[in-house]
């Protein structure tokens, strides 16, 4: 059964600060990797998602690697503005059995940029 | 168009009310999705829609009943809800049903009372 963790749970950093989240998967055997946004009693916003033959991909002051072999995804936050507060979600889908393509999210990473 | 849009925003229901909950995409999506998200979690997932045909159920309780009109258009009627079902409904879209980018509503924000 996959499991999805990321870390840190909580994040607070002042404006400008170049920031890392980290998102973990226990089984490697993945098609691709989304990381979301979601801002409090909102929906989520698909920021990036990455195949499993990719290594990165870039929107604007986001970048988001994929390591599958060692189960890691890190999405990179350059200048962060107090708009970027919001939690980030990462989720893989499932590659087989009954819940083949169901998302396993991560419990999300709680960010908070302070002026 | 690049959007999800649910309606209501906020629904206060009675355990003995019947309402529904409404989601439209116009982006020729074909896999339509309900979550439910309690505060502080990760969304769950409760229904798939593929193609219009119901393709997951999670195991849901008879009292959460949903419905796919047409391929842009999804219901989730709610009938005998209780407190505990109090929570964030999403409705997503994908282009097919498997491994594709989801695009989410802004949810509906449910209480049982």
């Known amino acids: 059964k996959q499991e999805v963790t990321q870390i840190p749970a909580a994040l607070s950093v002042p404006e400008g600060e170049n920031l890392v989240l980290n998102c973990s998967f226990t089984d490697s055997a993945i098609y691709n990797l989304q990381w979301f946004r979601q801002d409090p009693g909102k929906g989520l916003t698909s920021l990036l998602l990455?195949?499993?033959?990719?290594r990165e991909q870039t929107s604007g002051r986001l970048n988001a690697s994929l390591d599958k072999s060692s189960g890691r995804s890190t999405l990179y936050i350059a200048a962060s503005q107090p708009g970027d507060s919001a939690t980030y979600l990462c989720?893989?889908?499932?590659?087989?059995?009954?819940?083949?393509?169901?998302?396993?999210f991560g419990q999300g990473t709680i960010l908070t940029v302070h002026p | 168009d690049t959007e999800v849009t649910q309606t209501p925003k906020h629904l206060v229901m009675g355990m003995t009310n019947k309402k529904s909950l409404k989601c439209e995409q116009h982006m020729g999506h074909r896999a339509m999705y309900w979550y439910k998200q309690k505060a502080k979690k990760p969304p769950e997932l409760m229904f798939v829609y593929s193609y219009e045909k119901l393709s997951i159920n999670e195991s849901v309780p008879s009292r959460f009943s949903p419905e796919c009109p047409n391929s842009s258009l999804l219901n989730l009627h709610l009938h005998a809800l209780q407190p505990e079902d109090s929570a964030l409904y999403l409705c997503a879209s994908s282009q097919r049903e498997y491994n594709e980018k989801l695009f989410f509503g802004s949810g509906t924000q449910l209480s049982v009372l």
């Open positions: 990455i195949q499993s033959s990719q």
């Open positions: 989720a893989v889908p499932n590659a087989g059995g009954t819940s083949y393509g169901k998302l396993t």
